[in-house]
């Protein structure tokens, strides 16, 4: 079976502005992590989640107007890479920006967990599925720094819709 990308990630034709990127990292350096923790286990992640719309560089907000509208939370995500294969426990999909590159990557798995396709972000914003199993590469000590606007109650193929009705993809 033939691994179809866009069932697992798309990109987003929408990006910040070098200055507005410039405000968001700066308000990113700011913020207060914790490890991400279930059932005990740290699963390599760190997060801020207990953040405002009125706190990002209103340049964020209003390149994506109508994620804001619809996404149900938004958070700061961290880690080195090296993240065990998993799915997300209650977020179906996220709208993920990363605030850096670097050369870890994303792996999607099929449904087996035999085969999996990369995504490599290299600066640009996508549309995750995130009950799809997914790992990250091992990234040594350098962090990835990501903005993820979040859907728990919406699945991938939802916002999917509802962004392709907005001109979000190319």
């Known amino acids: 079976m033939k691994l179809v990308p866009s069932d697992f990630y798309m990109k987003i034709n929408r990006r910040l502005s070098d200055d507005v990127m410039t405000e968001l990292v700066a308000f990113e350096s700011t913020v207060d992590y914790k490890k991400f923790i279930w059932n005990d286990m740290w699963d390599g992640n760190y997060y801020c989640n ?91 000590d350098e962090f990835r720094l990501f903005l993820q606007l979040n859907f728990f109650e919406n699945d991938y193929a939802w916002v999917k819709q509802q962004l392709d009705e907005y001109k979000y993809f190319q």
């Open 50 to 140: 207990d953040l405002t719309n009125d706190q990002l560089p209103s340049g964020v907000i209003e390149t994506f107007s109508e994620v804001f509208d619809i996404c149900e939370n938004f958070c700061f995500l961290k880690n080195t890479g090296n993240v065990i294969k998993h799915h997300d426990v209650a977020r179906r999909a996220s709208v993920t920006i990363p605030l850096n590159v670097t050369d870890s990557y994303t792996q999607f798995w099929d449904w087996d967990e035999t085969k999996y396709i990369k995504l490599r972000h290299n600066g640009e914003v996508y549309l995750q599925n995130n009950k799809q199993r997914h790992s990250v590469k091992d990234n040594g």
